[in-house]
Every structure is written in C-alpha cells, then in structure tokens.
C-alpha cells in the first residue's frame, strides 16, 4: 500500500530526474532493510528503488535475488513505475522465477536465486521491488554493506535492526554512518543511515571491497546453529564450530587398514603426511555440496571414504582423519578466499569460505589445501598466504595471519633464444620458470585440460608477435616441486625494424602494472600479494655482421616499494638484456603514492628506451 504523500514523492521526483535523465546515469535511489528479532526468529525486509534513463542501461530490471532454501523467502511487490510516477507494471507471484544457484564446480547447492523481469519501454522509469526473509538458524544478526547494484552506489542506504531490549550485542560499525538508538515497546532500535558512496571499482591493487565500503555487522553474545555457541571471542567461536562438528573423523575399518597399509615402515612425520596427502589427492575428487546448516557442518570422514568425493570441509575432514589415524594431530584453519577477502577482527563470527588443514612440527607448519589434485604438500598458495585466518584448536582457538610469499616463491623468470635473420625472422627457443600465480595455473590446466586445449593455451600466452608454435613441454620434475618450467619452440617474424643504414631490434619487456595517475587515485594501495618478473632475452646477431652495436645505459632504480632494471651482456656474436621488476608487499597510503606512482612512471619511460640498434659498418 502507499499513501498519497509517497506517492506525490514519488511523482515528483520521477519528473524532476526524468528532466535532467538525458544528462545523468542510472542510479539506485535508496536501498533500505529492516530486520527484526522476536522468538528466535529473524526477519529481514529489504527494498530497492532504481531509476533506468535509457536502453543502454535496461539490463538494469534483470533482478536476480539470492537466498537459502532453509530461510522463508517471498517477494513483497515488484513494479515499474513511469516518468508520470504511475504504476504501469506489476509482477504477481507466478513472474518470479527461482532457480538453484548452482555455481562453478558445484555439485549440489541448497542456496536459491529468484528471478525477476522488470521492464519498460518508455525512458526514464523506476523500479521497486522488495522481499523478505524469515530465518530461524542464524549466527550474525546483520552482516550489511550497503548494496552496489551492478556498480551503482545508492543515493542513499538505511538500515534498522530491532531486537529484544535485554539482548548483549557485539557492533560493528564504519564511521561514516549516522546512527541513532531508541526503544519502543520492549526493543531498542538501532538505526543506521548513509548518503551516496563515492568509490573507483576498478583502482589496480585496491584495498578489499569490504575495506573501502562502509559496513554494519551486528552480533548476539549468545546463539544456536546447530550447536550452542557464544561470539564473545574468537576463542569461543572455534569451541563452537568444533562442537558443530565433532564425531566427524571416524574412519570405517577398511580405511584403517589402507592407512596402515600406507604407512607401514614409515617413521618420519613429514614423510607420512606427505604420503596420506597424496593418497587423499589421487583418491578422492572436488565437489561442492552446500547444503545443511548453511554448508558450516562438514559431511563425515566415511562419507569421503564410500563415496570418494566432497566439498573443501568434507575434504579437509578427511585429511584430518587419516591423519589422525596415524597418530599426527592437525588444525582446521578458516579462511576468505578472494582478491577482495576481508575479515572484521572486532566481531568473531562466520566470515570465511573456506578451510585448509595446517599440521605443526616444532620448527614449522605443513599447510594442506585438500581440495587440489595438483597442488604441492605443504604448500600455502597465492589464495592462501597473507590474509587473517581462524587457527581452530580446543580452548585457544585464535585469528592469525597466514604466511606471506616472498619475492622469490612468485618468481616469474622467461629466457628467450633468438636466432634471427636480417628482416628479423628466425626461430626463438622460450623457458619459463614459473612460480606463484602461474606455477598454480599451469600445474591446474595441466590435470583438467586435454593437451589440444593447453597447446591453445601456451600458444596465446606467448607475448611475440608473429609467433607460430612448433613444440612445447611443460615440466614437474616430481609431484611436490613448488614450480615448474615451461620449453617452448617456435618460430617468429618481424623482430628487427630497418630504419636508415640502422637496424632496431625492441626485446620483450615486462608487463608492468598500469597505475592510475595521483590526481585520479583515490585510495590507498594494498600489495597483497608480491610481483616479481623477470626476463633474460638472448639474441644471436651473426648473421647481421658486419656492424656496430649501441645500447642503452645500465638501469637500476631501487625504491622502499620495489625494483627495476635492466643491464647488457655482449660478445663478439651476440647481446644478452636482462630486465626486473619486483613489487613489494605492503600498505602505501595516499600521501606515498606519488612516490610509487613515480617508481612506476619511470620504469616505463625506461622500458621504452629499450632497444638494441644495429649499425652496418
């Protein structure tokens, strides 16, 4: 229902913007959600208005709301009103769509995505819609960022939470909120409302979105989900999440004898764990199964064991039963996978997506990513390393920090040989020595991929151009080496450009980052992860003799935010360039980045000074 002043509003404002429509873009004009706590049961409503200025932006009515399937869900109303403020659209219940929300590498999901259609043909006009949902297995009263719809900020955002007035909560809040509290028939009322987000979404080596949008979360003292728990610490909600799942590890007779069986003469720790790790690796297979419990409780050992497959928790449970067996004891550790991964420290609670197994030996700790076929024992990973975790152990669980990488474990080293002729055709012989990022994907692609598709793969990752493929091979010399090597083979065209009685020859560079100019930057930069590339460029030039060779000076510039450089190596019938870049791990506020924004510029201004040029004598 509406009342005759909301409308008016609605009118109003509907013919003011469809004035200036022409000269602005879509936007959300509020968002709002009211959630609601009483017997246990959590109900949250939350509503959307969006204005839509031309065909352009029409995608904009393809709403797609996700939700549980062990939540009540129902879409309150959904219309399309027009520039007059008239309602010329409604949606009834038989409009909305729903499907599973299946996802890549899923098996099975009980997680839900409504589908709705709203539409016009006359510009500019507005949607609304709203939905509800009723919870009664919850942990978080409210986890709430202030919704971007398909990269528009709303004009502005608000969010109420009431709750029973004797409730202990734990609150979370960003700075930028106006909040209010009161109380109304036995419930404080906590209110928190916010105006247009300003934020760049695409700022190379951004913070996490979590980090630059301002965020809500609200947290009972006390809950139950599945098991009795308290978010009072970090501490007691590992206690929590243990119960949860406790009698998981026990393993059927028959894999009691196949672990024995494994292991039999076998004394060293790190030898045995390597041995059940690859047993898990060649025995059971990925999947993603969510369902019960919102995919927090993990499906037993045994499950693993008859069916030979489960999700990362099923897995890791798994791993954690063998390793149990032989009598070597482990730890969940959860953690935010993602390059926009952000944990609030102050409010312990559900913020991961997933789990690894970490066994520790007295002088260091064997981390378990149980959900690859291909990746190293004990091998942290780039998803992995240098974000907050939760260590799950009896009575002292605790939030840590994950290793960081260091320069050298993201290495990526190519060495090309050049055998060109005059006109800058010839052959060219390519080693990469790959660790990191493409250590990962090229050992992933090398297990799913057939060899036609990898082939096509290396073949477009080659940075020549006029490059034709002749061979390659892609080397591991053993199962946990934590980098491989990548030969290729082929033959190229047009490397060298005749200029005058001169011949200029420009080698391969590295692809260094594109940052924004100072002027446009608009926050801090989060090197979350180190860059560090180099490349050894070898040409053999005897067929271009007689001639004299010019080269440009030696580089090296040293910075607190990393490296670059490139020196010479010649002889009589040839030139070896070698170039560098490295980026530092690190936080760098505003007030740095014209200094590293710098580092960089200069880097490139040296890149394209870059060139071997060739005089006939």
């Known amino acids: 229902m509406k009342s005759t002043s909301r409308q008016t509003a609605i009118t109003f404002g509907i013919l003011l913007l469809g004035l200036l429509a022409p000269n602005i873009h879509a936007q959300v004009l509020k968002h709002s959600k009211h959630i609601s ?3 246990n049961t959590l109900i949250s409503r939350e509503s959307y208005l969006i204005q839509v200025n031309n065909q352009e932006e029409r995608k904009l009515g393809e709403v797609r709301i996700p939700h549980s399937d062990d939540s009540n869900f129902e879409v309150l109303y959904a219309e399309v009103i027009d520039q007059k403020g008239q309602v010329v659209r409604k949606l009834k219940k038989k409009d909305v769509r729903t499907r599973s929300r299946t996802s890549y590498g899923s098996f099975y999901e009980d997680d839900l995505i409504a589908e709705l259609d709203l539409f016009w043909n006359a510009y500019p006009y507005r949607i609304r819609y709203a939905y509800e949902t009723t919870a009664y ?5 409210v986890y709430w960022l202030p919704n971007v719809h398909r990269g528009l900020t709303p004009i502005n955002s608000t969010l109420k939470l009431e709750v029973p007035e004797e409730l202990e909560l734990k609150v979370h809040a960003s700075p930028a909120f106006s909040f209010t509290k ?23 080596f951004a913070p996490s979105y979590g980090e630059i949008v301002p965020s809500v979360i609200v947290a009972p003292q006390w809950f139950f989900y ?20 406790k009698n998981s590890t026990a393993l059927p007779e028959t894999e009691k004898l196949q672990v024995n069986a494994l292991i039999k003469g076998v004394s060293n ?4 764990v390597t041995k059940l790790y690859h047993y898990l690796q060649d ?3 990925y999947v993603n199964v969510r369902i019960d419990l ?3 409780k993990s499906y037993p050992a045994a499950y693993v064991c008859q069916n030979k497959y489960g999700d990362c928790k099923a897995l890791t449970t798994y791993m954690k039963a063998l390793l149990d067996h032989a009598g070597i004891s482990s730890n969940y550790v959860l953690l935010d996978l993602g390059e926009n991964s952000w944990v609030e420290p102050e409010v312990p609670g559900p913020q991961f997506n997933h789990i690894l197994l970490a066994v520790p030996f007295e002088n260091d700790t064997m981390w378990l990513e149980n959900t690859s076929k291909a990746a190293p024992v004990g091998y942290l990973g780039t998803a992995h390393q240098n974000r907050f975790a939760l260590w799950i152990e009896p009575e002292r669980s605790q939030l840590i920090s994950t290793p960081k990488m260091s320069n050298e474990e993201v290495l990526e080293q190519v060495a090309y040989q050049f055998m060109l002729g005059e006109k800058g055709n010839g052959t060219v012989k390519i080693k990469f020595l790959l660790h990191g990022k493409r250590f990962e994907a090229y050992s992933y692609m090398k297990e799913a991929l057939p060899e036609d598709k990898l082939k096509q793969n290396i073949n477009n990752r080659i940075p020549l151009k006029d490059f034709v493929l002749a061979k390659w091979e892609l080397i591991t010399e053993t199962r946990d080496q934590k980098f491989c090597e990548l030969l290729v083979e082929g033959t190229v065209a047009n490397q060298s450009k005749a200029i005058a009685d001169m011949t200029v020859i420009k080698p391969p560079v590295i692809n260094l980052p594109n940052f924004e100019k100072p002027a446009n930057r608009q926050y801090p930069v989060q090197v979350q992860l180190p860059v560090n590339k180099k490349v050894i460029t070898r040409y053999d030039l005897s067929s271009f003799e007689p001639y004299t060779l010019e080269l440009p000076d030696t580089v090296n510039e040293e910075t607190l935010y990393g490296r670059y450089t490139y020196q010479f190596e010649q002889t009589d019938t040839s030139v070896i360039v070698t170039e560098q870049f490295t980026l530092n791990t690190g936080s760098y506020s505003l007030e740095q980045y014209p200094a590293l924004f710098q580092f960089l510029k200069l880097a490139q201004q040296n890149q394209r000074k870059l060139a071997l040029i060739l005089k006939s004598t």
């Open 283 to 285: 025995h059971t297979t």
């Open 137 to 141: 297995n919850f942990i978080y009263l």
């Open 294 to 296: 919102g995919g927090l």
């Open 182 to 204: 009161s109380t109304a028939d036995g419930k404080k009322v906590l209110t928190w409302e916010l105006g247009t987000i300003k934020f760049a979404s695409s700022e190379i």
């Open 269 to 272: 720790k790190h030898a045995i």
């Open 226 to 245: 599945g098991a009795p728990g308290s978010l009072q610490s970090w501490t007691s909600y590992g206690d929590w999440y243990l119960e949860l799942n």
């Open 37 to 39: 706590l009483s017997n």
